[in-house]
């Protein structure tokens, strides 16, 4: 779930007037959306296939068709941007799994590359598949990992940005050379 702390910081840097609110939601879909294939397990996929969990869906690649052939059907306002905020939200799911602590890595350059990533650093505690493992004393130790590696540091440097951006407007606006 936290995937989406990816989109929903993006969404805030940037702001409404850069990115429309029904690309904003497709960022966050798009950021959950690479563990879809967990489906897999049901029809006999195994976690190290191709497209098994943590594989095809995780890659850079399906991350940047996704983008791609999302924009070129909806033709947003602001393409480019939106485009790269699609494929960022997406991508960084593949690359926030490299640095949890369990189950494979990510396929990260799939088809290139079926090698499973792992970040050199893996701080953040796995995320049980499943709703009845996630509600545990794990799923609590998850929750506290993702606050702590996740949602803190991009809180804090949103606020940072977010309050630069505010102290260089006002500050433009005292010296006479406002922009805006
Ligand atoms: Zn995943």
Redesign the pocket.
């Known amino acids: 779930m936290s995937?989406a702390a990816i989109p929903i910081a993006g969404a805030l840097l940037l702001g409404r007037s850069r990115l429309s609110l029904p690309v904003i939601a497709t960022g966050i879909v798009f950021s959950m959306f690479?563990?879809a294939?967990v489906i897999g397990f049901r029809f006999g996929v195994d976690y190290a296939d191709g497209w098994g969990?943590?594989g095809a869906?995780?890659s850079l690649l399906f991350a940047a068709a996704a983008a791609l052939f999302t924009v070129a059907l909806v033709r947003p306002q602001r393409y480019v941007l939106a485009g790269l905020f699609l494929f960022i939200s997406m991508a960084s799911?593949?690359l926030?799994?490299t640095l949890?602590n369990g189950g494979l890595g990510?396929a990260l350059f799939w088809p290139l590359d079926e090698t499973r990533h792992f970040a050199p650093l893996t701080p953040i505690a796995v995320?049980p598949i499943g709703i009845a493992d996630f509600i545990s004393a794990r799923g609590i130790k998850v929750l506290q990992s993702e606050v702590i590696w996740i949602w803190t540091p991009l809180t804090i440097s949103v606020a940072m940005i977010l309050g630069l951006k505010h102290w260089r407007v006002k500050w433009l606006q005292r010296n006479g050379t406002a922009q805006q």
């Open positions: 995937h690479p563990d294939d969990h943590r869906t995780h799911h593949g926030l799994d949890t990510a995320s």
